[in-house]
């Protein structure tokens, strides 16, 4: 099994910056593709960004691409999503979640593990 807990959420204004973190215990995260998803208040869950085993493979949501970076340390257990051009659309619980098998998935039931989530508020 694997324990995900997010960190790094918080409140910060339109076109401000915000790293969030994803730290793994009970098993090396080297042994799962993890994917970044988010949840606003009355929406749907939505992919933002996956990253495989290796780190090699990336994906993104179209809306994010080119302001968040999801990147792995795997020696130190954690993946992490940096952000920035924060816009008030992008509010939401952020979850991260650990899959098994190569490559990325943009697909929530494809994952295994999830976190608790963290919050990110942007105000405009």
């Known amino acids: 099994q694997v324990q995900l807990v997010e960190s790094g959420g918080g409140l910060v204004q339109a076109g401000g910056s915000l790293r969030l973190s994803c730290a793994a215990s009970?098993?090396?995260?080297?042994?799962?593709?993890m994917g970044w998803f988010r949840q606003a208040p009355g929406k749907e869950r939505e992919f933002v960004a996956a990253?495989?085993?290796?780190?090699?493979?990336?994906d993104y949501e179209g809306s994010v691409k080119g302001r968040f970076t999801v990147s792995r340390d795997n020696p130190k257990n954690t993946v992490y999503l940096q952000m920035i051009s924060l816009k008030p659309e992008d509010t939401a619980v952020y979850y991260c979640?650990?899959?098994?098998?190569?490559?990325?998935?943009?697909?929530?039931?494809?994952?295994?593990?999830w976190g608790k989530g963290t919050q990110v508020t942007v105000n405009s």
């Open positions: 979640a650990a899959r098994t098998g190569a490559g990325t998935s943009s697909v929530a039931a494809r994952y295994d593990y």
């Open positions: 009970g098993r090396t995260l080297s042994n799962y593709g």
């Open positions: 990253i495989s085993l290796s780190g090699r493979l990336i």
